[in-house]
Each structure stands twice: as structure tokens, then as C-alpha cells.
């Protein structure tokens, strides 16, 4: 079955950094584009960043630009994301993502979440 397990998660002081990891099992990792969302308390779920699957394209959330890098090793089936310049403002819980088409059915897999708190 289908598993996504981040990892990373923390407790990091304003303009920190921390690197999330995304273990991926189940599937062909390397022919799906990734995603990481967030999601703060009391806020909705949000796109953080994606990339394709050979990781060519990537695109960013406006509040993330310059200060985050979403790459992938298909080698070792894991997404990142690399989180620099921290603010309190990105504290959420950090999911990871695949969406994808398979012979006419739609697959959304979403991993448990990791926390990340930026406090000083």
C-alpha cells in the first residue's frame, strides 16, 4: 500500500532552518509529482510547494518564495523540503503529497504530517 511518512519536524528559533523528508513506498515514485501543504490551527490546509516528477518544474506558495526548496531524490524515493529563514508565521503542521491518474482512477495520498513550530 501507498505510504507517506515525513519527517524533520521541530522546534526552531525565527530565521532557522529546518529540512523535511518525505519517505515514499507502495508506489512509482519517480513517475508522480510531489507536494507539500500546510496547515496552521485554525487555518485551512495550504499548498507549500511542488515539483514534477523528474524534478524539472517546481512552483512555490508567495509566502515561501526565495526562503524554501522543494527537491527530490527518485533514487531513494523522498521529497524534501528545505526550509530557510524561518517565521513564526510558518509554524503548521507539514504534509506531503502525491495526486495522480491510473488506469481512470484519481489517487490522493496524503502522509500523517510532521509539526514544525518557529518560536523563539
Known amino acids: 500500500q501507498v505510504q507517506l511518512v515525513e519527517s524533520g519536524g521541530g522546534l526552531v528559533q525565527p530565521g532557522g532552518s529546518l529540512r523535511l523528508s518525505c519517505a515514499a513506498s507502495?508506489?512509482?515514485?519517480?513517475?508522480?509529482?510531489m507536494s507539500w501543504y500546510r496547515q496552521a490551527p485554525g487555518k485551512e490546509r495550504e499548498l507549500v510547494a511542488a515539483?514534477?516528477?523528474?524534478?524539472?518544474?517546481?512552483n512555490y506558495a508567495d509566502s515561501v518564495k526565495g526562503r524554501f526548496t522543494i527537491s527530490r531524490d527518485n533514487a531513494k524515493n523522498t521529497a524534501y523540503l528545505q526550509m530557510n529563514s524561518l517565521k513564526p508565521e510558518d509554524t503548521a503542521v507539514y504534509y506531503c503529497n502525491t495526486k495522480f491518474s491510473l488506469f481512470g482512477r484519481q489517487y490522493d495520498y496524503w502522509g500523517q504530517g510532521t509539526q514544525v513550530t518557529v518560536s523563539s
Open positions: 515539483i514534477t516528477s523528474a524534478g524539472g518544474s517546481t
Open positions: 507502495g508506489f512509482t515514485f519517480g513517475r508522480y509529482g
